[in-house]
Each structure stands twice: as structure tokens, then as C-alpha cells.
């Protein structure tokens, strides 16, 4: 459960009578965020993890940037021409681009990266699946030329979040299957990894980098110049929810990618402490991955039993987020985001526990083993997972919960073993508005018949659905076609959804060209006076 302001002020004194976090050796005092969970996959494209995503967001850089208003810039590139009848796509680098071996970054490693990445995202296998051929033109350029039309070409290539399309060498990207993490950490990003000082779990050690070339103009977002503008960059995991708030406090670290929701009185009178007003994409989703590959839940009903169990509002307000979330929200898209419907939703407006009892006896539930596994260690996830499971036992569910660190379920959550060989059935799990708000990237639509992903659902009615979508251009017929799928993945209980609500960062004041984004952006960040 999330701790109280009593247990969060021990916890402060705790740290007051702890050993200081030792300094680095260097003229200035590196720049410290807090991860919400341990850091174990360096590789952005094999991971499907946030703390990888943030780690790819430093060390790597990629083609197209979102901005702050959700508009898509060229980053990495100069920019782009497109034909007439839209299926030829040429891009042109910006020139200065290099990695962080030296070695120039070409048109090869774009391509290189591009079609690893392509073979592993939701929508980079639909990009890929309308591709006739994707080339290089001369060490600078390549041209994707489509075989039928896609309405989504540049917002796929700037994609925010998990898959992001980041650019690595051609050598690295072609050596290693996209299910398989790279051994070689070698970005074009505005810092580099410092692996020799690496502690899996729980410290990343960055070094700027002097090489990069930002872009000449402002900041916004994840678009414009991304410039570095600290020696170092420590990334932290604290397990204690309590540290973490006390180290801020305290000026041990400088900002947190989730305050404690429990101290968020405390922070707004602390005049040292800033606290995030993101909303609409940054906002986020609990979410209950399932696994359509193991009995039960191959059977629909079972699964519809899940959505049942899940009452928004006593999960939002069990894990802490009353005041912070949207227990009306049935939209698989988010609400307050472009393709927000609640087309279908009346099943899951009330949910019941009566109503979860009667589809299992439905369905002839015979009290068959339930593996969920349970992230202990964060901050989001272990106050839901609670709720969830108490939920799901009242419900009539033979529940067998293993509990763990998210690193380690992580690595399991993509394995297809058997339940007596280690497999697991459900897992409960948060994601952002970047994830969730696009089809073809939200995880109960964007992943159907893909086959390359823990969940495994595969719905015959999506399909030709989510064709329409990734051909379609016009915003209003796209938006039909989301409510379409809004009401497909709903009925078939693909991904069911808890509960949208905010979890804002925090960070010290002396900071400077904080980018408030949704999630944490380290360029462009400068002390000022404490």
C-alpha cells in the first residue's frame, strides 16, 4: 500500500542518518532522477519497459520528435519529401550527425535500425507490412516506398514511446534479432552510457556528450535542440517510496518521474519543490496484461470475469489517486486525447464482482491455477497489484501470486512457458497516453495477430479495422474507425483497462529547462542558484 506521511517523515530521518549518495568525480554535481523501477534491459527495441525507454531517450536520438503540442518535428533529419499519390517517402540526415565511437551516422544504420525496430513494434510492423522497399539514397538519404497507402508514416517514425524508433549502428542492429537485447550500447544521443560503472538494478552512470550536434532551436518537447547541458546524469532506483520523497527534499536528488502520491501535500508546501502539470498524453492507464496463450484465458468469458473485477474508482483510490484520476474514463484511447470513445464501453461503465462470478461459472471455470506476478518494487504497480488481487480472489479466482521485482518480470512477462514451467497469466501493468492514445500503438488494438508480444491476442474482427485505420488520412473517418475498435477490444476483453489518472514528477527548483513532458527529458536542464 502507498505510505503514510507519518512512515514518509521516518523514512526522512532514516536517510538524514544514512550514509551521504557519494559524488561523482567531477567538477559538478551530476544531475540525479529517480526511476520508478530498476533498470536491467539496455536495449529500447527488445524491451517493452518505461526506465529502458528513458535510459534510449539519452543515449540515443531518432528521426522525428514530438513536441509539446503533439506535433511532429524533424529531429535527426533535415526533412522529408512525399509524391503526389503519397507512397514515396524521401528523407534527407542533418549533416554533424555521429555516434559515440565517432563513426558518422549514415543512411545505412537509419535503415539498419529502422527495420529491426519494424519487426518488433505494433506500428512499426504495420509501417513495414505496407512497405515495398525501404533503400538507401547515398550516405545521407533513404526512401521508404510504399506498396499501398499509410496515413501514418511520420508519426510512426517519431513515435515517443515504447517502441521508439532510435537510430544505432548498422553493425548492431543487424546483428541482433529484435527479441534479443543489443550487447553494444553505441547511440548518437546527447549523452553517453558509461557501462564500466553500471549497476544493474539499481544506477546508471552518463557522461555528455561532447560530440552531439543539437539542432539550432529551442527545445519543445522531445523536438527542437537537444542540448546537454550537464557534465554527468545519474539514474537512481529507490525501492523505498518514503527515501524517495526525502531524498528530494532533501537536495540528494533532483527530480523523481513519479512523486509519492502521499506526499504530494507535502511537496506543494515545499517552495524548493516543483511539481509536474502534464496532462492528456502524459496522463496514464493501469492496465491488466493478460496472456491469451494459456488457459483460462483463452476462453473470452474468463477474461470478460477480469474486466469485472476491476472498479476504477476503488483501484484509483485504494493506489492512492482519487483526487488524480478519471474513474469515468472507459475509453481504451484515453480520454481528453484525439480518438477518446466510449463506443462498447457499457459492459465495463459498472463493473461487478456478482457479475465476474457468473461469467466464470458461464464459461465452466473449474478453479484452474492463475499465475500473476506482482512488481513489489514500484510505485505504481504494487498498490494495484494489491487491489487487483484482492479483487480477483473475491471473485472466485484460484490465484497463485508471485511477487518480484519489475525487473525480473519484466524479463519473464515475454516468456510462453507453461505455468508449471515458470509461464504466468496475468500481469498488472501502467502505461502513458503516448502508448495508449493511438491504435496502432495501444496494447489491447495495435498488437492484434502480431504474435511478437507477451499478451497474444489475435481477433478476427480487428483486423480489417485496423487496415482501414493505418490507410486512412482523413481525422474524421479515423476517429470512426477507433470508436470501431474502442468497442472490438472491449467486447473481447483484449487489454482490459482500470483506471486513468496522473502521476506527476517532481523535481528541485534550482532547475532550469525543465521540459515538463509526460516523462523524463534530461537536455536542455541547468542548476541554477540553490
Known sequence: ???TRRQGLAAGAALLAAPRIPLA?????????????????????????????????????????????????PQMLQGWEVSGDRLTWTFRLRPGLAFHDGAPVTSEDVVASLKRWGSRDSIGRRLMAATAEMTTAGADGFVIRLSRPYGGVIEALGKPSVHTPFIMPARIANATPPTQPVREIIGSGPFVFLRDEWIPGERTFFRKNERYVPRDEPADG?????????????MITMPDIALRAASLQQGEVDYLE?????????????????ISDASGQAEMMYAVSINHYQPPFDNVLVRRAVQQCLDRTEILAGAGFAELGRPDCTSMFMCGTQFESDRGSQPIASPSLD???????EAGYNNERVVLLHPLDSALLNPFGLMLIDRLKRAGFNLDVQGSDWSSIAQRWVQRQPLDQGGWSLVPVVYTGFDMSNPLSNNGVGFNCTNNQPWGYCEAEMTPLIQRFEAES???RRKEIAAELNRVAIERATFPIAGQFRAP????????????????VVWNIERGAR
Open 1 to 3: 500500500m502507498m505510505l
Open 25 to 73: 568525480q567531477s567538477r559538478e554535481r551530476p544531475f540525479r532522477f529517480v526511476v520508478n523501477v530498476g533498470l536491467q534491459n539496455l536495449d529500447p527495441i527488445s524491451s517493452p519497459s518505461f526506465v529502458t525507454r528513458n535510459f534510449g531517450y539519452l543515449v540515443f536520438d531518432n528521426l522525428v520528435g514530438m513536441d509539446m503540442k503533439g506535433e511532429y518535428r
Open 222 to 234: 522531445l523536438a527542437g535542440g537537444k542540448v546537454p547541458k550537464v557534465e554527468r546524469v545519474e
Open 258 to 274: 513519479y512523486a509519492p502520491v502521499d506526499n504530494l501535500p507535502l511537496f506543494r508546501r515545499d517552495r524548493n519543490i516543483v
Open 355 to 361: 457479475r465476474a462470478r457468473a461469467l466464470l461459472q
Open 474 to 476: 482523413d481525422p474524421a
Open 505 to 520: 514528477a517532481a523535481w528541485r527548483r534550482e532547475l532550469r529547462g525543465v521540459i515538463d513532458f509526460g516523462f523524463p
